[in-house]
């Protein structure tokens, strides 16, 4: 009995994998958020503070609903269809609290087409950069 309940803890534990996810997922996000404001015209370089202003809601969206579902476990990236089901209601989610922490935190409004397109090309890259993680790691074991 004891054995078992260590190996569903570690089972449930972050480990190296889980970090390179998260960290795969930071940049994804911070990246996807970097080239709509240079498709507005907002220059990183020389406008950092609305750069970062920009990418913190969504990253931290991303991390709130990301740790409540459980994401960087272990557990979560045993298969492919679990991994791109919870990716994608995770981001659905986290892209919606993005959101209203854009517009509360920030005072930033989006004009109707943003949520769209801020959800959609998210899902796209969180989820496409999951799996294929997903099924590099089940071809090297």
Known sequence: ????????DRS?????????????????LAGLVIVGQLSHGV????QPIASLEAIAPFVVGWLIMATLAGIYTRAVVSSV????????VTWIAAANVGLLLRQSVFG??????????????????????????????????
């Not at 769209?116 to 993680?133: E, Q, S």
């Open 1 to 8: 009995m004891d054995s078992a309940v260590r190996t569903d």
């Open 12 to 28: 449930r534990s972050v480990d190296r994998e889980s970090l390179v996810l998260g960290v795969g997922d930071v940049v994804l």
């Open 43 to 46: 220059n990183p370089i020389t």
């Open 81 to 88: 269809t679990r991994v791109a089901r919870l990716t994608t």
């Open 108 to 141: 930033d409004t989006a004009t109707w087409p943003f949520p769209l397109v801020i959800t959609g090309f998210g899902l796209i890259l969180l989820v496409g950069w999951r799996l294929g993680y997903t099924a590099v790691l089940h071809r090297a074991s």
